[in-house]
């Protein structure tokens, strides 16, 4: 059974945030990525022990808008080990062409409408995976579409695409089989549509949680000790 | 020989509780704006069954538009001037399998 997550949830405040991860339990999610706003990265551990109580894991996630490859840089060095996922929202080409072949970056999202031109030159070095925030396509759906078509279009062949919910109140949730639907109109087969709720993000915080294990030593070294007797997958190495 | 035309439905349920007949106007009304009154025409859209107290209705459509549908449900924001949100609880092939499917989710 497919087991599905929800790749952009954002946690404003504690009570709201178990609001939220009571109705993604309801809509059919087993995992939550949240972007934790306030004094809520202080309290993370509490809200992990709740969501685990409700039956949904909760992962931390920093979204970064930088305005050039300078800034994009410095917050990756100072971040990337405090959070198991790390999204950059593409502001312009320079920082879209880093975020692309970072491998410290997981997701990147170009807007709706971006000013700048993303063709062969992203499409050729990019390696990390594209996010559809769902509260873009319901704030701008003309906008949204035609930037997404594009991007399946030129991006979708060479990467994966994510498709998060991005919401901040249990009504902008959607459920994982009404967020696969965006990328099943684009043109993707229903499977791969799937799994771009399900397998791609389950992937990308499977190998991040590793790396931001003890054990981890470098890329596709592991230790194994005494309290890891679980197999790991190839995958996540 | 003329190919049979495979159906789905849908139970969709509206939170907060909304009435079938406006549920089902506002669904026809978010798929005619993405994808025009030619995919709306054969989409085979049709209000099957609404239940009134729960919120809930049963819809039908080709398969063919079954991700139309999902897509033209889940963007609906607003009904009657309320903030809303139209979730599927289940999808299937036959109205009987359907209602199993609902009434094991409670």
Request: net charge positive; hydrophobic share 40%.
């Amino acid at each position: 059974m497919r087991r599905y997550v929800d790749f952009w949830v954002k946690g404003e405040d504690y009570e709201s945030s178990l609001e939220l991860l009571r109705s993604l339990k309801r809509l059919g999610f087993s995992d939550a990525v949240m972007e934790l706003g306030g004094d809520l990265l202080e309290r993370v551990e509490e809200l992990r022990r709740v969501g685990e109580e409700i039956g949904i894991k909760v992962h931390r996630k920093l979204v970064i808008a930088p305005e050039s490859r300078k800034d994009l840089l410095r917050a990756l060095r100072s971040n990337r080990g405090k959070f198991e996922v790390i999204t950059v929202l593409c502001k312009n080409l320079e920082v879209a062409l880093v975020a692309a072949r970072d491998s410290r970056v997981d997701s990147l999202v170009i807007p709706p409408k971006p000013r700048f031109r993303f063709d062969k030159g992203v499409a050729a070095t990019i390696k990390n995976c594209v996010e559809l925030p769902f509260s873009q396509y319901l704030s701008d759906k003309q906008a949204f579409l035609e930037t997404s078509l594009q991007l399946v279009e030129i991006l979708g062949r060479r990467t994966e695409l994510i498709v998060s919910s991005a919401a901040s109140t249990p009504l902008e949730l959607r459920g994982p089989k009404e967020l696969a639907s965006l990328p099943w109109v684009l043109g993707y087969p229903q499977e791969k549509a799937l799994n771009s709720v399900s397998k791609a993000p389950r992937r990308i915080i499977e190998r991040n949680l590793l790396k931001l294990s003890k054990r981890y030593v470098v890329r596709g070294v592991v230790m194994l000790g005494e309290e890891d007797q679980e197999e790991i997958s190839g995958d996540s190495l | 020989m003329a190919r049979r035309i495979k159906k789905r439905y849908l139970a969709i349920v509206s939170e907060p509780r909304q009435p079938p007949s406006k549920m089902m106007e506002a669904l026809l009304s978010s798929y005619e704006e993405l994808f025009g009154k030619l995919g709306l025409a054969s989409a085979g859209l049709k209000l099957i069954r609404g239940y009134q107290d729960k919120g809930l209705m049963i819809v039908r459509c080709t398969l063919e538009s079954l991700p139309k549908v999902l897509l033209a449900s889940a963007s609906i924001r607003e009904l009657n001037g309320n903030e809303t949100a139209f979730r599927v609880l289940a999808v299937s092939g036959t109205i009987k399998s359907l209602m199993r499917k609902t009434s094991s989710l409670g």
